[in-house]
T-cell receptor
Framework: DMKVTQMPRYLIKRMGENVLLECGQDMSHETMYWYRQDPGLGLQLIYI???????SEGDIPKGYRVSRKKREHFSLILDSAKTNQTSVYFC????????????FGAGTRLSVL | GEKVEQHESTLSVREGDSAVINCTYT??????FPWYKQEAGKSLHFVIDIRSNVDRKQSQRLTVLLDKKAKRFSLHITATQPEDSAIYFC??????????FGSGTRLLVSP
């Protein structure tokens, strides 16, 4: 079953707290992505991971870091969350070939108060 | 890096009419252009794509056109149905496998 699973689905945090968003996939995809979606801005790439411990910044990496210790698992960490990090976060995965379909998780709605 | 501009933020059509969503990109090296659909409250899923070695691709009621000279591609939906209502995102594969998305077009199909 081809699936990308994100946890949690909803999260409320206070400003300054640490946040951990988790993503798993069961397709052995080499490449994984973290995006955030904000109204009018579409999806913005935060980080991309090419495989275990091989991560690269996307377009908006400031305030975020990632961890990929297993191919099937990719975490997004917000150290000391800020209110402007309130957003919907999507994880996606794909095979490494240049042109491959992205499979998206259901998203995590994060509110930072 | 690659940038993708999606020109229509919203598009309203009547059921049965056609809808066209236009996107432009900046990187002449980009060679793959997928489209994704996001239904209300849900995640994104792939609908159709086009590679730069062709200028047209059709899949049932969906057609994608690519104009490499103008760095423009478009999604055409014919005989629209209410279930076509969604946000559609165009995208381009930039350098380093980075997939860059447009800002999305909200398509509303009214009966």
């Amino acid at each position: 079953d081809m699936k990308v699973t994100q946890m949690p689905r909803y999260l409320i945090k206070r400003m300054g707290e640490n946040v951990l968003l988790e993503c798993g996939q069961d397709m052995s995809h080499e490449t994984m992505y973290w995006y955030r979606q904000d109204p009018g801005l579409g999806l913005q790439l935060i980080y991309i991971s090419y495989d275990v411990d091989s991560n690269s910044e996307g377009d908006i990496p400031k305030g975020y870091r990632v961890s990929r210790k297993k191919r099937e698992h990719f975490s997004l960490i917000l150290d000391s969350a800020k209110t402007n990090q309130t957003s919907v976060y999507f994880c996606a995965s794909s095979y490494r070939d240049r042109e491959n379909t992205l499979y998206f998780g259901a998203g995590t709605r994060l509110s930072v108060l | 890096g690659e940038k993708v501009e999606q020109h229509e933020s919203t598009l309203s059509v009547r059921e049965g009419d056609s809808a066209v969503i236009n996107c432009t990109y900046t990187d002449t090296a980009s060679s793959y252009f997928p489209w994704y659909k996001q239904e209300a409250g849900k995640s994104l899923h792939f609908v159709i794509d086009i590679r730069s070695n062709v200028d047209r691709k059709q899949s049932q009621r969906l057609t994608v056109l690519l104009d490499k000279k103008a760095k423009r591609f478009s999604l055409h939906i014919t005989a629209t149905q209410p279930e076509d209502s969604a946000i559609y995102f165009c995208a381009a594969f930039g350098g380093g496998y980075k997939v860059v998305f447009g800002s999305g077009t909200r398509l509303l199909v009214s009966p």
